[in-house]
Structure formats: structure tokens, C-alpha cells
């Protein structure tokens, strides 16, 4: 019996609005660092053209990864790899990584310039969907089962805030904390991350603003500035504000339809990182309110379907992966656009797809991959347990 290749299974609502975000983004950064290569004399495509470079790349890896049984990165040896990996590119990150606005977070590998914070997602991802399937359904849930797995996952994260990237470190908590609710840990436990967001913000903000902070090491002594502009965005619209608003501008500049492709004041030397980690404001600035929520509902589209996939699930290792890449996006518009409108102070988190930045688009594609490789697994062994199939994939006499 001859079933068909996995193309004939391709969950074509999460792959459709990759597609057209990747594209938007590709636009959108050409558009967004043209001028300030100009003003350097550079070319003006040359960010638009890494970018399309890193979406081909990424869209290959996406398929490789689809390709793949799934069995494999559920094996042990593949996640020990990986982990292993993941922890050492993040201590080589602390003690030879590239530094870049007061952090270091990224290495130079040469072609491209990587994180390795944003590997760790991923490789939770695929450890923690393993042990919550692996767990014996008729044993209820024990903090000693995930002993191991909580010691890696704070290790993890402690070495991911001490680049410093606090909202990364937050991310991963969160991530872990949702994966494990859905295996059983009682739901009282979903007041942490509302508490302690609330806790945090607030108790955060009094004590950095209230008087001295000589307590506070160099290295974090940038949440004093964060925690200011969080309070008010334009508290210093020329210095240390600059950021908050100039993306305000850019917002109010759109209105509901834009100034059109291209077109963003912005982005000509006022609004900083426009190409990344702002650059929804430039996308709304361009597009306006409208095309902003278009991208944006895109997102939350296929985070949506993800849960759906979830849910319906039988196969609760499956129905981990989909959840957590599921997770994994939301959590990271949210940081996103919540730091762009002043929620919660700025981070260094990309816009989904759309940002600039090699590392990010294929770890996102990858994560993507993955979830497209679960749903066609599901969909073939469907079709195996019906005796069906498509064209060729018939019973042969």
C-alpha cells in the first residue's frame, strides 16, 4: 500500500499566513531601512535583500523539518543533543557573544548574526511535549515526575536573563508554565503569571522611581530608563523617550489607511529599530490602522488555529507541540506590540515574521515546521485507520 507524500497534507491555514507575513515583512524592512542606508551610502536594498536571503532559507529549513519523521526529535538522543547545544551556545553567548545596545545576546557565526535565546523556546518546546505525553495517564500530576525537567528550564532562564533579557527569561516561564497546565497542573496555578505580571509592574516601578537604586547592578541599571518611559511615554520625547514616542508618531501618522508603502516619516532618523523591533509602528505608519490589524489578526489567526489543532488532538504529544507553538507566537506579539504601546516596559522582542532578523525568522520557521509536521502525521494516520487515501494512495490489487 502506497499513501501519498506529505504535500497532499500541508495545513494550508497556518502555511498561508506565514507566507504572506514573511512577504509583508520582506516589504516592510526594505522599506523601513532604506533611508538610513542611503544616508550611509549603502544600498537601499541590501536589508531587504538579507531579508528575502533569510526567508529562503528559513522556508527550507521549514520544509526540512516538515519532512522529518517526527519520531526523531522525540527521541532521546536528538533532545540531548539539542539541549546540549542550546546550553552551550548560551554560556558562549555570555562570555564571547556580540554586545549591542548595553546587552549580549547574539553570536557572530559569520553568514548571519545569531541569538540563542531564541533557541531555547524551541528546544522547551520539544523537551517538555515529550515528558507531559511520557507521563502515565493513570498518575496524577507530581512536581517530582518534572523534577529535572523545572531545574534545566530555571537553568535556562537564568542564563538568558544575566544577558540581559529579562522579557526572555519571562517568556520561557511562560511557555513552561503553559505546557504543564495543560498536563494536569491544577489551574489555580494560571494566578502566578497575573500576579506576578501585576506584582512585578507595579512593585518594580515604585521601587525603581522612588529613590536610590545604587543596589541595583550595572548590567540592569537599564530598567530604571524602561520603567520611566513605561509611566509616560513622552516624559522626554528628545532623550530618554525618544523611542515610546517617536512610535507614537508613527502610529498617529497612519490613521486608518496609511501614507502608503514607503512613505513613513518615521523611519527618516526619528524612529529607532524601525526595521525591527518597531517595526509594527512602521508598518501601521505605511499601511495604517487597517493593515496593521490585518498583520496582526494574521498572527493571531494561526495562533488561534493552533489551539483549535490542540484541542481536537488525540495524540497528546501532538497536542503539546500545537500548543506550544501556539504559545510560543502569542507570547511573542504580545511582548511586542505591549512594549511598543507602553504596557510593559521595552524589550528587544521581535514582531513575529515581520522583523528583521535572520535568527528569529528561522527559529519561528522551524517552530511553524514542526507544528505542520504534527498535523500531517495526524492526517495520514487518519487516512490509514479509514483505508483511504488521495488518488495514488487507494488499496492496490
Same mark, same amino acid.
Given at each position: 500500500? @502506497?499513501?501519498?507524500?506529505?504535500?497532499?497534507?500541508?495545513?494550508?491555514?497556518?502555511?498561508?499566513?506565514?507566507?504572506?507575513?514573511?512577504?509583508? $515583512?520582506?516589504? +516592510?524592512?526594505?522599506?523601513?531601512?532604506?533611508?538610513?542606508?542611503?544616508?550611509?551610502?549603502?544600498?537601499?536594498?541590501?536589508?531587504?535583500?538579507?531579508?528575502?536571503?533569510?526567508?529562503?532559507?528559513?522556508?527550507?529549513?521549514?520544509?526540512?523539518?516538515?519532512?522529518?519523521?517526527?519520531?526523531?526529535?522525540?527521541?532521546?538522543?536528538?533532545?540531548?543533543?539539542?539541549?546540549?547545544?542550546?546550553?552551550?551556545?548560551?554560556?558562549?553567548?555570555?562570555? @564571547?557573544?556580540?554586545?549591542? &545596545?548595553?546587552?549580549?545576546?547574539?553570536?557572530?557565526?559569520?553568514?548571519?548574526?545569531?541569538?540563542?535565546?531564541?533557541?531555547?523556546?524551541?528546544?522547551?518546546?520539544?523537551?517538555?511535549?515529550?515528558?507531559?505525553?511520557?507521563?502515565?495517564?493513570?498518575?496524577?500530576?507530581?512536581?517530582?515526575?518534572?523534577?529535572?525537567?523545572? %531545574?534545566?528550564?530555571?537553568?535556562?532562564?537564568?542564563?538568558?536573563?544575566?544577558?540581559?533579557?529579562?522579557?526572555?527569561?519571562?517568556?520561557?516561564?511562560? +511557555?513552561?508554565?503553559?505546557?504543564?497546565?495543560?498536563? $494536569?497542573?491544577?489551574?489555580?496555578?494560571?494566578? %502566578?503569571?497575573?500576579? =506576578?505580571?501585576? &506584582? %512585578?509592574?507595579?512593585?518594580?516601578?515604585?521601587?525603581?522611581?522612588?529613590?536610590?537604586?545604587?543596589?541595583?547592578?550595572?548590567?540592569?541599571?537599564?530598567?530604571?530608563?524602561?520603567?520611566?518611559?513605561?509611566?509616560? #511615554?513622552?516624559?522626554? #520625547?528628545?532623550?530618554?523617550?525618544?523611542?515610546?514616542?517617536?512610535?507614537?508618531?508613527?502610529?498617529?501618522?497612519?490613521?486608518?489607511?496609511?501614507?502608503?508603502?514607503?512613505?513613513?516619516?518615521?523611519?527618516?532618523?526619528?524612529? #529607532?529599530?524601525?526595521?525591527?523591533?518597531?517595526?509594527?509602528?512602521?508598518?501601521?505608519?505605511?499601511? &495604517?490602522?487597517?493593515?496593521?490589524?490585518?498583520?496582526?489578526?494574521? %498572527?493571531?489567526?494561526?495562533?488561534?488555529?493552533?489551539?483549535?489543532?490542540?484541542?481536537?488532538?488525540?495524540?497528546?504529544?501532538?497536542?503539546?507541540?500545537?500548543? =506550544?507553538?501556539?504559545?510560543?507566537?502569542? +507570547?511573542?506579539?504580545?511582548?511586542?506590540?505591549?512594549? /511598543?504601546?507602553?504596557?510593559? #516596559? /521595552?524589550? =528587544?522582542?521581535?514582531?513575529?515574521?515581520?522583523?528583521?532578523?535572520?535568527?528569529?525568522?528561522?527559529?519561528?520557521?522551524?517552530?511553524?515546521?514542526?507544528? /505542520?509536521?504534527?498535523?500531517?502525521?495526524?492526517?495520514?494516520?487518519?487516512?490509514?485507520?479509514?483505508?483511504?487515501?488521495?488518488?495514488?494512495?487507494?488499496? @492496490?490489487?
Amino acid at each position: 500500500m @502506497k499513501w501519498p507524500a506529505k504535500r497532499f497534507y500541508i495545513e494550508w491555514s497556518l502555511l498561508l499566513p506565514y507566507l504572506i507575513l514573511c512577504i509583508a $515583512g520582506i516589504l +516592510l524592512v526594505y522599506s523601513a531601512s532604506s533611508y538610513q542606508l542611503m544616508l550611509n551610502e549603502l544600498s537601499i536594498g541590501s536589508k531587504g535583500w538579507k531579508q528575502l536571503s533569510s526567508f529562503a532559507v528559513s522556508l527550507v529549513c521549514l520544509f526540512a523539518v516538515y519532512q522529518i519523521k517526527l519520531s526523531i526529535f522525540r527521541s532521546k538522543g536528538f533532545l540531548f543533543l539539542l539541549m546540549s547545544l542550546t546550553f552551550f551556545l548560551l554560556l558562549f553567548t555570555l562570555s @564571547k557573544g556580540v554586545r549591542a &545596545g548595553g546587552a549580549v545576546r547574539w553570536i557572530n557565526l559569520g553568514f548571519m548574526i545569531f541569538q540563542p535565546s531564541e533557541l531555547v523556546p524551541l528546544t522547551l518546546l520539544l523537551y517538555f511535549s515529550r515528558i507531559t505525553s511520557n507521563r502515565p495517564a493513570e498518575e496524577s500530576f507530581s512536581f517530582d515526575y518534572y523534577k529535572k525537567a523545572l %531545574v534545566l528550564c530555571l537553568l535556562f532562564i537564568i542564563l538568558v536573563s544575566l544577558q540581559p533579557n529579562l522579557a526572555a527569561g519571562a517568556m520561557i516561564f511562560l +511557555l513552561v508554565l503553559t505546557m504543564l497546565l495543560a498536563s $494536569g497542573l491544577s489551574p489555580y496555578f494560571t494566578l %502566578v503569571p497575573i500576579v =506576578g505580571f501585576v &506584582g %512585578v509592574r507595579e512593585g518594580l516601578s515604585r521601587l525603581l522611581l522612588s529613590g536610590s537604586v545604587d543596589w541595583l547592578p550595572d548590567k540592569f541599571s537599564y530598567l530604571i530608563t524602561r520603567f520611566k518611559v513605561m509611566e509616560n #511615554p513622552f516624559i522626554d #520625547p528628545t532623550g530618554i523617550g525618544h523611542q515610546s514616542a517617536s512610535a507614537y508618531y508613527a502610529i498617529y501618522n497612519g490613521g486608518l489607511f496609511g501614507r502608503g508603502l514607503g512613505n513613513s516619516i518615521q523611519k527618516k532618523g526619528f524612529l #529607532p529599530a524601525s526595521d525591527t523591533d518597531y517595526i509594527f509602528a512602521t508598518a501601521i505608519e505605511e499601511l &495604517g490602522l487597517f493593515g496593521g490589524l490585518f498583520l496582526l489578526l494574521l %498572527v493571531f489567526f494561526m495562533v488561534i488555529r493552533l489551539y483549535q489543532l490542540s484541542i481536537r488532538s488525540k495524540n497528546l504529544y501532538h497536542s503539546q507541540l500545537f500548543l =506550544g507553538c501556539g504559545t510560543i507566537l502569542l +507570547l511573542q506579539v504580545a511582548v511586542n506590540v505591549s512594549s /511598543l504601546l507602553g504596557y510593559i #516596559p /521595552l524589550t =528587544g522582542v521581535t514582531f513575529p515574521f515581520l522583523s528583521y532578523g535572520g535568527s528569529s525568522l528561522l527559529i519561528l520557521s522551524i517552530v511553524l515546521g514542526i507544528a /505542520l509536521n504534527a498535523r500531517a502525521t495526524e492526517l495520514r494516520e487518519q487516512s490509514l485507520a479509514i483505508g483511504g487515501g488521495i488518488g495514488h494512495g487507494k488499496r @492496490k490489487k
